[in-house]
């Protein structure tokens, strides 16, 4: 098995790179200062001018919605294609918003795009597509182990013509973002059905609706990511039309499955980025910083720190590209082991190799200076997001272990 891209791949590269080193690192400090000034003045969840021009200009160059594979509507890339371009984006926390690939809308995009029907993808799906608006998943709860999908208790009950949704959801990831229009919301319309995978349904709820409230923004480590945050949301009495249930009561669960897949893809890719970035600072930090009489990168500690940060990263990278692979070849469903082990492999990874640049930073690396701490929050909220660790290494020894179960 070789990993060979194809041209249209490769030229999108290039594209991509160029326009992160010439377009976004310039004005990365101005989007830092408008954020800081809005923070100051109270508000940091508002819309920043400096990310609107750059979606302009990458969508005027056509790097805009590369992510969608098998569709007319992205850039019809497949997902081992786009493995490399999300890994570029990865490189700087706001290139993935800049082309129109940021989590959750993407995960959200691909559900309308595979589920939504005519109607909803005119109103929610184009919208979203051309970067007018964003989007939440509201799926985790407060009150249970959300890592177990059939402990979701958040009620959804016919009402003639309509549903009404009850519940509390938080962790909703760019629900108290201005732009966020519209939330995909999971919850059981028959919770008493024998089969525990059958009794949650999603569906498309307007922010706008009645009864829908953001109650706080959750921090991450302190970090607010502002303006995309992760809000604490009650849905009281939201009455919802039947039509805006996607695929039909009882498939959920099924949906969750087929959102994640990628989803989980998409962060992994990100984190390599996020690595290569920290390993960078690391080695440039190393050569440049004297302690005890010599470079630090002269130290033995330090090589073999280095080293196994190189190692570490490549091997996450080609487990990321051999899950790519198997999702594009035999599909999500049976590319499953490989997803869940890079789900475990990416984030622990960058959590190591972004310590070790924390620490050869010194004092320096826990500061806002070099966005390592916000790096290392970021990578270490991924062991919980889209399915703790915990359950991935379950379910990677489940279907290792059904090869040796076989009657």
Same mark, same amino acid.
């Given at each position: 098995?070789?990993?060979?891209?194809?041209e249209?791949?490769?030229?999108?590269?290039?594209?991509?790179?160029?326009?992160i080193?010439?377009?976004?690192?310039?004005?990365?400090?101005?989007?830092?200062?408008e954020?800081?000034?809005?923070?100051?003045?109270?508000?940091?969840?508002?819309?920043?001018?400096?990310?609107?021009?750059?979606?302009k200009?990458?969508?005027?160059?056509?790097?805009?919605?590369l992510? +969608?594979?098998?569709s007319?509507?992205?850039?019809?890339?497949?997902?081992?294609?786009?493995?490399?371009?999300?890994?570029?984006?990865?490189?700087?926390?706001?290139?993935?918003?800049?082309?129109?690939?940021?989590?959750?809308?993407?995960?959200?995009?691909e559900?309308?795009v595979?589920?939504?029907?005519?109607?909803?993808?005119?109103?929610?799906?184009?919208? +979203?597509?051309?970067?007018e608006?964003?989007?939440g998943?509201?799926?985790?709860?407060?009150a249970?182990?959300s890592?177990?999908?059939t402990?979701?208790?958040?009620h959804?009950?016919? $009402?003639?013509?309509?549903?009404? +949704?009850?519940?509390?959801?938080?962790?909703t990831?760019g629900?108290?973002?201005?732009?966020?229009?519209?939330?995909?919301?999971?919850?059981?319309?028959?919770?008493?059905?024998?089969n525990?995978?059958?009794q949650?349904?999603?569906?498309?709820?307007?922010?706008?609706?009645?009864?829908?409230?953001i109650?706080?923004?959750?921090?991450?480590f302190?970090?607010? $990511?502002?303006?995309?945050?992760?809000?604490?949301?009650?849905?009281d009495?939201?009455?919802?039309?039947v039509?805006?249930?996607? +695929?039909?009561?009882?498939?959920?669960?099924?949906?969750?499955?087929?959102?994640?897949?990628?989803g989980?893809?998409?962060h992994?890719?990100r984190?390599?980025?996020?690595?290569?970035?920290?390993?960078?600072?690391?080695?440039?930090r190393?050569?440049?910083?004297?302690a005890?009489?010599?470079?630090?990168?002269?130290q033995?500690?330090?090589?073999?720190r280095i080293?196994?940060s190189?190692?570490?990263?490549?091997?996450?990278?080609?487990?990321?590209?051999?899950?790519?692979?198997?999702?594009?070849?035999?599909?999500?469903k049976?590319?499953?082991?490989?997803?869940?082990m890079?789900?475990?492999?990416?984030?622990?990874?960058a959590?190591?190799?972004?310590?070790?640049?924390?620490?050869?930073?010194?004092?320096?690396g826990?500061?806002?200076d070099?966005g390592?701490?916000?790096?290392?929050?970021?990578?270490?909220?991924?062991?919980?997001?889209?399915?703790?660790?915990?359950?991935?290494?379950?379910?990677?020894?489940?279907l290792?272990?059904?090869?040796?179960?076989?009657?």
């Open positions: 098995m070789t990993f060979i891209f194809s249209k791949s490769r030229d999108l590269q290039q594209r991509v790179k160029a326009f080193d010439e377009e976004i690192i310039p004005v990365k400090h101005a989007y830092e200062a954020m800081t000034a809005a923070r100051q003045a109270g508000n940091p969840w508002i819309v920043f001018q400096t990310m609107e021009e750059l979606k200009k990458a969508r005027a160059e056509g790097l805009w919605n992510f +969608l594979p098998e007319k509507l992205g850039a019809g890339l497949t997902n081992l294609e786009y493995a490399p371009l999300c890994e570029l984006m990865g490189r700087v926390p706001i290139a993935a918003e800049v082309f129109n690939c940021s989590a959750p809308d993407t995960g959200n995009m559900t309308l595979r589920y939504g029907s005519p109607a909803i993808q005119d109103q929610w799906l184009m919208p +979203l597509l051309a970067g608006i964003r989007s998943f509201a799926m985790t709860e407060p249970v182990a890592s177990d999908a402990n979701i208790e958040a959804i009950e016919r $009402d003639g013509d309509h549903y009404i +949704l009850n519940g509390q959801k938080w962790f990831s629900a108290s973002d201005p732009r966020c229009k519209v939330l995909i919301f999971m919850g059981k319309t028959d919770p008493d059905n024998s525990r995978h059958r949650q349904s999603m569906i498309v709820v307007p922010t706008e609706t009645p009864g829908v409230t109650l706080r923004n959750l921090s991450v302190g970090f607010d $990511d502002a303006p995309h945050g992760h809000a604490e949301v009650r849905f009495n939201v009455r919802i039309p039509s805006n249930i996607l +695929l039909g009561e009882g498939r959920g669960f099924e949906i969750s499955q087929g959102r994640l897949g990628p989980r893809i998409h992994c890719m984190l390599v980025g996020r690595a290569e970035d920290a390993l960078e600072l690391m080695c440039r190393s050569l440049k910083r004297v005890f009489g010599k470079k630090i990168a002269e033995g500690v330090w090589r073999e080293a196994n190189r190692i570490m990263i490549d091997q996450a990278r080609l487990m990321v590209l051999h899950a790519a692979y198997m999702m594009d070849t035999v599909g999500n049976m590319a499953a082991k490989e997803i869940a890079i789900k475990v492999i990416a984030p622990n990874m959590c190591q190799v972004i310590d070790w640049a924390i620490q050869v930073h010194g004092g320096a826990v500061s806002q070099f390592l701490a916000h790096a290392y929050a970021s990578a270490r909220s991924l062991r919980l997001a889209d399915g703790p660790d915990e359950v991935h290494r379950n379910a990677i020894a489940k290792e272990l059904a090869h040796y179960n076989v009657r």
